[in-house]
């Protein structure tokens, strides 16, 4: 296991970083084909641009359907690389994603379960068919950090947890911005041109929305979440907060739907402040905002009786619900 020293953001240096990670792609890959898992959030953003001008045709950028991204999200990455000539392959993997987390409740064991559909099934099958023998990906600091301090098990850490995949998955895993946080990879992004809406976006969890789920994730369960995501991305986005996102709760509650007793859901608002995802603090909303999400949520995600707005910080909070 190498310990990774962080690179902070007042001694980054945008052109010489991309020249670097550029050429280690180029010389680590050699003339053979690598794999690139793109999210579309800014980490893998960042790293598809850093390997396709490294690599070009020979990256072979995938965006894997896991069911669990926000609505539409699989069409609006897709679209918005190919606009930039980068080529990429939507994989449907809803079924071996959804099947790896039935009845499972424990938030460290849905994360086992998603890093072993990603890297095993997903990512495993994948470079077998391309016969690459490298996995591209964004891996960054923070996630190092948490894991290996036992916050949570980000589903991207491999080394770090002493997984060889080599061994594990039959291929190498680059991680051009692991000494970066959130702060200086946007810093790389806006250098390497990509278009603002990309390089700064709010931050999304690699496992999606199940990271918002508590209790066992179902295709209906994220549904869900993803319609009062929707909702909370629309009212917040010009917050200009750090992160904004919305978790159902596997509580239930009495409400009162069509004047008759209802035990129903409840939706949790969490907006937050933050430069590297470290430390947190939720967002001043006014009261406005917080009761039309509120009227909207109620209205807009059937079942949903209650909603609430999070006012821990982080710490002792953590950003996602899992
Ligand atoms: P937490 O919830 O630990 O999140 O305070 C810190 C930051 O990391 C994101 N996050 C993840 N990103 N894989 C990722 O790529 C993960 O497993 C993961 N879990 C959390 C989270 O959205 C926040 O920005």
Redesign the pocket.
Known sequence: MTKIKEIPLLELKPKSFIKTKINEIASMVGDGFAVNALSG?V?SSVVTMLGFKALGARLKTCFIDSGLMRHKEPQYVVSIFKKMGVPVELIDAKKQFFDALKGVEDPEKK?EAITHVFYKIVFGDLVKKSSAKFLLQGTNY??VE?TVAG??R???ILAQLGIDTKEAYGYHVLEPLIELR?SGIRKIGKALGLPDELYKRP?????ALS?RVIGEVTPERVEIVRKATKIVEEELSDTGAF?YLAILHEDRVTGITKGKRDFGLQIEVRCWESTD?KI?VPTRLSHDKLMKLGDRITAGVPGVVSVTYNIAR?PPS???AI
């Open positions: 959030g980490d994360r923070t996630d948490e916050i949570k980000q589903h991207n959130k931050p999304f969890p690699g496992p990271a992160q995802a947190a982080k953590t950003i996602e």
